[in-house]
């Protein structure tokens, strides 16, 4: 059995290594972190070393390394130091600070739920009453966001009140696209545009020539366009040149910050010789995060609750 002060340099050795590229830790930056006497963690080590916890590298750039173990000592799971799950506070992302674990203690209501998080790295800027973001998990996509409730300094956990969890489907775009693609020719006229978008209750379509996309009009651009007086014009002169494709197996993680980042609503699905085969849009999107699809009835009897 660990004492006290054997976690926490566990734990501090863990956080350092986590940021080190492999490196080792020497003890004297460990009693910094802890504000420490290094003699006393020197001391410590050697019985952290005989219980196969932590194991020493010589040398000049020597110091000390976590084993396996000392993971599994501390519940931590161990993972490829490239897949780490930010953390975020105030919409900026934590430097030096990620997440071990998530583990829900509660889950009867959205309003009652409550996780505890493991984090690595130091929790002294997070406090009580912050609101932070945590994710997206490398496996599952899990985002969560939650008020910090209660922590455990000791332990390096958080228990978050949660207001919102999200995961993303591990899905590619070429499962959830419009497939079936409704697309304009660049001589086509604005009413015509204005019928194909209406007939087919759509907000926009690709403008394609010889199996190429050029260009993309939108509700707003026709609207724009007989506001200006320009009803007599083509499709070509007013569609949009500001394209955005992506590949059909592109996971819909990675569409959803493609829109988020370039602040669009649609992307054009390419195959893999780059030719246009459907569309994604945010809707899609958010039919497929919110599961809206297969859990309607559930919605719209949280909507009528609301009404009453």
Known sequence: MLTSVQKEILQTLINLYQNSDGKSIKGEDIAEVMNR???TIRNQMQSLRSLSLVKGVPGPRGGYKPTIEAYHNLNISVSDSNAKV???????????????????????????????????????????????RVGPTPVNN???????????????????DIS??????????????SL?????????????????????????????TEGVAIGMVSLIDIVNALAEGKENEDVRDIMS?????INKDTLIANAVYKMY?????????????????????????????????NFPLLYNMEMDEEME
């Open 37 to 39: 006497n290094p003699g």
């Open 86 to 132: 930010p953390v975020y506070k105030e919409n900026k992302k934590m430097d030096d600070v990620s997440v071990a674990k998530i583990e829900f203690t509660s889950v009867p209501h959205p309003g009652e739920c409550e996780a505890v998080i493991k984090v690595l790295g130091s929790i002294k800027d997070l406090h009580l009453g912050d609101v932070i």
């Open 142 to 160: 899990l985002g969560l966001i939650g008020e910090i409730v209660g922590r455990d300094d000791m332990d390096n956990i958080l228990l978050l």
């Open 164 to 177: 919102t969890i999200r995961s993303i489907p591990k899905n590619t775009v070429f499962d959830i696209a």
């Open 180 to 208: 079936d693609l409704i697309y304009l020719k660049p001589g086509d006229s604005i009413k015509d545009a204005a019928y194909l978008l209406s007939h087919n209750q759509i907000d926009g379509a690709p403008v394609i």
């Open 241 to 245: 040149k500001r394209l955005f494709f």
């Open 261 to 293: 980042k370039f602040g669009i609503s649609r992307l054009i699905v390419v195959d893999d010789e780059h030719a246009p085969i459907g569309v994604v849009t945010r809707t899609d999107l958010i039919e497929t995060i919110t599961n809206f699809k």
